[in-house]
């Protein structure tokens, strides 16, 4: 299954979800019954100028992800959005501020589900 985000459910996240600020991006959350641990990455061209940095900051994002995404619930769809901090870090840096920002939000698999921590 593929863990990108349809490009119709954007808006909708944006809309109805709930924010996570983060040191690296910030997220956007929203409960889906279908969501099947999805994200959606966005860095603007404020943040970054070049488009190998843009681009760069995608794949961290989209990697850093896919690696935590395992420990995330599987009901919520996701939307990162790079911040310019995001220049130089690892995929690792992404993980664990991702697992962070998901404890905090009660957003964890283990986590009781509608309980935030």
């Not at 490009?7 to 997220?27: I, M, N, T």
């Not at 990455?41 to 900051?57: E, I, L, M, Q, W």
Request: hydrophobic share 40%.
């Amino acid at each position: 299954m593929s863990t990108r985000l349809p490009g119709s459910k954007y808006k909708s996240v944006f809309d109805q979800g709930r924010p996570l600020r983060g040191r690296l991006f910030a997220a956007w959350v929203l409960h889906l019954p279908d969501a099947g641990r999805q994200a959606g990455v966005v860095v603007s061209k404020k943040s970054f100028h070049d488009a190998v940095d843009r681009n760069r900051a995608k794949r961290i994002l989209r990697e850093g992800f896919r690696l935590a995404c395992e420990s995330l619930r599987a009901d919520v769809a996701w939307v990162l959005v790079g911040r310019a901090s995001l220049g130089g870090r690892r995929t690792n840096d992404v993980r664990q501020e991702l697992l962070r920002l998901a404890r905090g939000g009660g957003l964890l698999a283990s986590a009781p589900q509608g309980r935030a921590e």
